[in-house]
């Protein structure tokens, strides 16, 4: 049997040639509070207002048949009178429609029916909406109750061919090592962080079952998510970060499942952890995941909402004093705003650079971007950073995307601007004025060629750039700074190692593209919270082989003798030799060659052997 693994690339266009501003005119948000409906009227007047929390809505529960003893499924009611309104409906209602945008609403706007609008409950406590999705469960039970054995079956041999009981691959950040163990029958991991005494990461005994018994010396628990989880019926852990000082530990949780995060912060040696409130103290205060730091390990960096749950404003709250103390019981009284994003085409996230030197607060939609940043290493002891201290990079333009990394005083720009196939590599000093159109090329030393032009050779997504330490203590010979290039080319992930020097500007002296010994595989950069470090750790893995965690030195990246694996995947009952995998090319049918990846077992192809069963698989991308 051979499996044949074969890419297709299918673009979907959709076309919206009348935009319109949909508004819900009844509210469901809470069973309790009083639920209004308006009947559109002609002369757009909105009449007959009804109490919809005393409105009946019936809904079909799940009931046996008496013909064929089947249940019938449950039938959800059509509410006819319900609907929204498309077009202008005002300037006291948010638009859904950037205010760039040149086609005009709909004037009048136009009723569109919604007869289903009532299943609509962002608070999940309306008991109407509860009875009929309990009754629509019911009846799928029933109606699959004779697949328990084979559901059963299924899940018992997706579980052997994992190990429960495990832990990620630790990463290097500052005096420790972090990684997160699973124990076997629980649903969430633990956070640990053990002292990193050494440049490479030391034996981890991955065959330790007891979760009591430390992976690596001096290991620390400082987040218990299965402890967390106690009593509750959902959570999930968003954004983890340890402050720089690394004596706390800020992090994101949802309880809820509607991706809505609560903010918390935990001295990791006391075990003392406080809830971020909003100003009265009695809501805990709600945003998007991300969080951040301040380069002082004072205050965070947060996102919220707005009444469309987009992410659009960006705020910073100081918790400690610079002795350590605790301010104002961790309340609002010291958020400042830093960021408001106002067109609602876009979503704001914030990140920092690989130094810890940048807070970067990025503007995104799906055509074009914005992104701002913060100078972390200004003090901020006697006031708190504010609107004027956040810097643009480039003002957005329609069509143009762009992602900025640091480089020891440059921004490394990877962009699509001249409408490129794919994006190109450029390169600016941090502080200049920065005009997306202008913006210098990195290019080959030997011969001014771009390392990455944006053509459909080769694509480019991502740069991280590392400054170990050894190439700053032995002189000037030493490559300025290391940039990893993350892309694609002939089908297949790829990543590049670039030395960078310092020629006017930034330029790559040598182009490094790493070779793996399979011919088909997938491969890419893996976390990294340490730019310091002489080796780039990527994640490996193949049709035949699983997934491999590999430290890669950045001076000698094609020395495979030099390379380290820091951990493998242990899939149970799995023999990697009894397989082979190739990659080849078919030709088409117009002549494009179609990359074709091979998997079989080695003895499914003897010498002289006639047709030998296919199974297809077809990547859609």
């Known amino acids: 049997m051979i499996v044949v693994h074969i890419a297709l690339r299918i673009w979907l266009v959709v076309a919206v040639r009348h935009p319109v501003a949909f508004v819900y005119k009844h509210n469901q948000a809470n069973a309790n509070r009083r639920h209004e409906e308006y009947i559109f009227h002609q002369n757009n007047v909105y009449l007959n207002v009804r109490d919809r929390a005393s409105m009946p809505i019936p809904s079909h529960k799940c009931t046996a048949a008496t013909d064929d003893n089947l249940p019938h499924p449950p039938v959800a009611f059509r509410n006819e009178s319900s609907f929204v309104l498309a077009g202008d409906i005002g300037t006291n209602i948010a638009l859904r429609q950037s205010p760039s945008s040149p086609y005009p609403l709909l004037t009048p706007p136009r009723p569109i029916p919604d007869p289903y609008g009532w299943l609509r409950d962002d608070s999940r406590s309306n008991k109407t909406v509860l009875a009929h999705i309990h009754s629509e469960n019911e009846y799928t039970h029933q109606m699959t109750s004779h697949l328990e054995p084979l559901r059963n079956k299924l899940y018992q041999e997706l579980l052997s061919t994992i190990c429960e009981t495990d832990c990620t691959p630790p990463i290097a950040q500052g005096s420790y090592w972090y990684y997160q163990r699973w124990e076997e029958g629980v649903s969430y991991p633990r956070y640990c962080r053990a002292p990193r005494n050494e440049l490479y990461l030391p034996k981890v005994n991955e065959k330790e079952k007891d979760i009591q018994k430390p992976l690596l010396p001096g290991e620390e628990v400082y987040l218990d998510v299965p402890l967390m989880a106690q009593n509750k019926a959902y959570i999930a852990v968003g954004a983890v970060v340890i402050s720089p000082n690394e004596e706390y530990v800020a992090f994101s949780v949802d309880e809820t499942g509607d991706e809505v995060c609560h903010f918390h912060v935990k001295n990791i040696a006391s075990g003392q952890e406080w809830v971020l409130y909003s100003g009265d103290r009695r809501n805990k205060l709600k945003g998007y995941g991300a969080i951040e730091w301040d380069g002082m390990s004072r205050g965070i960096f947060y996102v919220t909402f707005d009444q469309a749950q987009r992410p659009n404003k960006v705020f910073y709250r100081q918790l400690f004093r610079k002795d350590g103390s605790c301010i104002n019981g961790l309340d609002t009284l010291n958020d400042n705003l830093l960021f408001e994003e106002v067109d609602e085409v876009f979503n704001v ?54 992602r900025i990394t640091h480089c020891n005083g440059y921004w490394l720009v990877v962009t699509n601007v001249g409408h490129l196939p794919n994006f190109a590599l450029k390169v600016c000093r941090v502080g200049e004025t920065c005009n997306i159109h202008n913006l210098n090329d990195v290019v080959l030393s030997k011969d001014k060629t771009p390392v990455f032009d944006g053509g459909i050779i080769r694509s480019l997504d991502h740069i991280t750039v590392f400054n170990p330490l050894s190439s700053i203590s032995q002189g000037s010979e030493r490559p300025f700074a290391y940039a990893v290039a993350t892309g694609r080319e002939d089908g297949l992930p790829r990543v590049w190692i670039l030395e960078l020097s310092e020629d006017n500007l930034l330029c790559a002296s040598k182009v490094t593209h790493l070779e793996f010994l399979e011919t088909a595989f997938d491969v890419s950069v893996g976390s990294a919270r340490d730019p310091t470090l002489p080796y780039v750790v990527v994640n490996y893995n193949s049709l035949i082989s699983p997934l491999s965690t590999i430290a890669i030195p950045l001076a000698n990246p094609s020395d495979l003798d030099k390379r380290r694996v820091l951990k493998e995947v242990e899939v149970p009952s799995y023999e990697k030799d009894l397989y082979l995998c190739e ?30 069963p296919v199974h297809l698989l077809g990547e859609l991308s």
Not at 354 to 367: A, C, G, I, P, T
Not at 382 to 402: A, G, H, M
Not at 592 to 607: G, N
């Open 349 to 402: 996230h914030i990140a920092k650079s690989l130094d810890s030197r940048y807070l970067f607060v990025m503007s995104n939609s799906k055509e074009s971007n914005e992104v701002n940043y913060l100078d972390l290493h200004h003090d901020f002891e006697s006031d708190c950073p504010n609107k004027n201290d956040v810097v643009c990079v480039s003002t957005r333009q329609k069509n143009i995307l762009y």
């Open 583 to 612: 990659r080849t090319t078919v030709k088409s049918r117009d002549g494009i060659d179609i990359p074709v990846s091979l998997v079989y077992r080695r003895d499914a192809i003897q010498a002289g052997e006639g047709n030998i």
